[in-house]
């Protein structure tokens, strides 16, 4: 479904990720590990259409995507929940939902059907729908910030880091709610650095370390590889 090869951005001189090779198949749930700056979100950047590639390719269902726009990269199936949510804090619940299906505007049904679909998944953004964005807590707010990307009705989904700074209790129930959105059949990338949780849902990860992949495999392998485990599970 989405194949990079040789993938590398730079910021200036300066080469962020280099060389990147990840494929993604249809229905699938896949992780990048990697500490901080290791490149995981600039790939994404590159993905989604914010960060143009200075060499290699995207394809996505057989297309090459790599410097098209975002608006065109949405439209193609393709949405990124960035790690920093960008949600409108003023609006309603309900409002930054609307907003999400931007791309659907002229599909009425299909907006409403997606709506109801994110409020099954998050009954507490049914709950909230008439309250500000920005009074709901932070694992509320991730909440939204995926409930909107999934009203542009993605077929791969972009999740930059969906745990951090949430409470363990939280953190639980986002990754059984991203092993949801997997299952009912949006394949899904992942960003993360709670490598334990993410492998455990995950099917695949590859691991980056300074703007380059070291390591990939199954869930299975990278959860018994020892340099991921001493690096990243901490055992
Ligand atoms: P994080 O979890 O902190 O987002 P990451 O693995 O996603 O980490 P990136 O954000 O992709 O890493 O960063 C890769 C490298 O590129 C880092 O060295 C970072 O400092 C640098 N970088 C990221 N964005 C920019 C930018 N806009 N301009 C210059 N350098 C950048």
Avoid at 20 to 27: L, P, Q, S, T
Avoid at 60 to 69: H, L, V
Avoid at 152 to 157: A, E, F, G, N
Avoid at 197 to 209: K, N, P, S
């Amino acid at each position: 479904m989405l194949k990079l090869s040789g993938l590398s951005v730079k910021y200036g001189s300066y080469a962020a990720i280099q060389e990147v090779d990840i494929e993604v198949g249809n229905g699938e749930l896949v992780v990048l590990l990697g500490s901080n700056g290791a490149g995981k979100s600039t790939t994404f950047k590159a993905i989604s259409g914010l960060e143009k590639p200075s060499a290699g390719s995207i394809e996505f269902e057989g297309t090459a995507i790599g410097g098209k726009s975002p608006e065109r990269i949405v439209q193609a199936g393709i949405v990124q929940c960035a790690e920093d949510r960008k949600l409108f804090p003023r609006m309603t619940v309900y409002e930054n939902l609307i907003m999400g299906a931007y791309v659907h505007r002229k599909k009425k049904q299909a907006v409403k059907q997606s709506l109801q679909h994110v409020y099954e998944l998050f009954p507490i953004l049914h709950e909230k729908k008439e309250n500000a964005a920005g009074s709901l807590s932070g694992g509320q707010q991730q909440m939204l910030a995926i409930g909107r990307s999934l009203m542009s009705m993605p077929k791969l989904i972009l999740l930059d880091e969906p745990s951090i700074g949430l409470a363990p209790l939280i953190v639980e129930q986002m990754f059984d709610v991203i092993e949801k959105i997997n299952q009912e059949g949006t394949t899904v990338l992942l960003a993360e650095q709670n490598a334990n949780a993410a492998l455990r849902i995950a099917d695949r990860g590859y691991v980056f370390e300074s703007g380059s992949i070291v390591v990939q495999g199954t869930s299975q392998e990278l959860l018994t590889n020892d340099e991921v485990r001493k690096a990243y599970i901490g055992a």
